[in-house]
């Protein structure tokens, strides 16, 4: 279990390098539920992510998608 702290230079398009394309993806989704959470009134008070709002909820779902869509990908 290595901290894999790849990162993308320059714009984000969709390079020919497939692993870094998945780990972009459920990186950028947990980005967008963190900062939907953080000014989120509902979601920032929420102990877990059942307790926030729909949003919230939509978006964590889509960067549990992302994360299961990723790591289908590794042997
Ligand atoms: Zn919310």
């Not at 692993?19 to 939907?36: C, G, T």
């Not at 992510?49 to 549990?64: F, H, N, P, T």
Request: charged share 25%.
């Amino acid at each position: 279990m290595g901290a894999a702290t790849r990162q993308l230079d320059g714009p984000a398009d969709h390079g020919s390098w497939p692993v870094s394309v998945a780990e972009a993806d459920w990186q950028r989704a947990y980005r967008l539920w963190f900062e939907h959470a953080r000014g989120c009134e509902v979601c920032k008070r929420g102990a877990t992510v059942a307790q926030g709002c729909d949003e919230g909820q939509e978006l964590w779902g889509g960067y549990r998608l992302a994360r299961v869509g990723g790591g289908r990908q590794w042997p």
